[in-house]
């Protein structure tokens, strides 16, 4: 009896929307053991890449209010008979690498939602807090039909950007605060943001959620023009989760930056830049799981950082010493 199902049987499921079919795939694909990742290949190769949902990648500053933007946000974009999918990483611990993985139950109706899929994951203490293996979770949701595809990544920073790596839009949730959370913000997450989102901005938080939004659209205009933005983007905007308003309008300009970039080509352009990207970043990944498991590899740093930490040899040129090492063992 098999562990896993037979790739092209759990393929079939997952195609034919069978939401726990789909859950297993996004099991298998976020799995460290060699025989998982030769079935995970096998799988995605089964699944093709026919189906395309619009992908949308949200960060934000903690308590910013992402999970409840996100259920706010769904369930408004199920009421329109879309289906979606949220893949929400959580941060992982760097000392026992657990993680909480409490998003379905920040997001109970979303998660009650027929029409919606929620999948919390560790982020693995990837570099971003994006789970390496995110961009194939997102792959399976696409091949399982879903239009919409929202990724939650975790906390506010430049490794942050990576997420537009996997993403059709990037959009900035921030709440209503004064200059210095503007200063903290790092310019090249704004440089990445289609849309930034001034949460919150309900009760007596309303104005300065307007003021912060002005402050935001200012810094927006002072950045240098993208070649893949249409007049008047990106922009800043409010909006209120608890109370739903603007939420609308947030998906109103979504779509329309959307389309626009389907309609000049840039949307193929930036999806194949993405492919090019991770096709990288996996041979580099699989470099780095070499030096750690094969046995020559491995004697051979065991003794160039001896020779490291004695004095005998500079860093760089023990690492140079076993970069030869692993040239020596290429085809």
Not at 16 to 42: C, F, M, N, Q, Y
Not at 132 to 142: D, I, K, P, Q, Y
Not at 322 to 327: F, R, T, Y
């Amino acid at each position: 009896m098999t562990r896993n199902p037979a790739p092209g049987d759990l393929a079939q499921r997952i195609r034919a929307g069978d939401r726990r079919a789909l859950a297993k795939g996004i099991t298998l694909v976020e799995s460290g053991r060699a025989d998982d990742r030769v079935a995970a290949i096998a799988l995605l190769t089964a699944l093709g890449t026919d189906r395309q949902a619009l992908r949308i990648g949200l960060s934000g500053t903690p308590g910013v209010g992402k999970s409840t933007f996100i259920e706010s946000f769904g369930l408004m974009l199920t009421g329109q008979g879309k289906r979606v999918a949220v893949l929400a990483v959580d941060p992982s611990s760097a000392r026992s690498g657990g993680s909480i993985l409490g998003d379905k139950t920040r997001m109970d109706y979303l998660a009650r939602d027929p029409l919606a899929f929620i999948r919390p994951s560790p982020s693995q203490t990837q570099l971003g807090g994006v789970a390496r293996r995110t961009r194939e979770a997102v792959a399976l949701c696409e091949a399982a039909g879903f239009d919409i595809v929202l990724i939650e990544t975790v906390g506010v920073g430049q490794s942050e950007t990576m997420v537009a790596q996997m993403a059709d839009l990037f959009v900035l949730l921030l709440a209503p605060a004064g200059g210095d959370e503007l200063q903290g913000v790092k310019r090249g997450i704004m440089e990445m943001a289609d849309l930034i989102l001034v949460n919150k901005a309900d009760g007596d938080l309303k104005s300065q959620a307007m003021r912060t939004c002005a402050d935001y659209a200012g810094a927006l205009r002072l950045l240098r023009k993208r070649p893949q933005d249409p007049e008047d983007f990106p922009k800043a905007m409010t909006v209120s989760a608890l109370e739903q308003h603007g939420l609308a309008a947030a998906w109103d300009d979504m779509q329309h930056l959307a389309n626009w970039r389907r309609d000049t080509g840039i949307w193929d352009e930036v999806r194949l830049a993405q492919v090019s990207y991770w096709f990288t970043e996996d041979v580099r990944q699989g470099l780095v799981q070499l030096l750690e498991s094969d046995p020559a590899l491995q004697d051979a740093m065991t003794t160039a950082k001896a020779q490291v930490l004695s004095g005998k040899l500079a860093p760089s040129v023990a690492a140079a010493q076993v970069l030869a090492a692993l040239k020596g063992l290429a085809p």
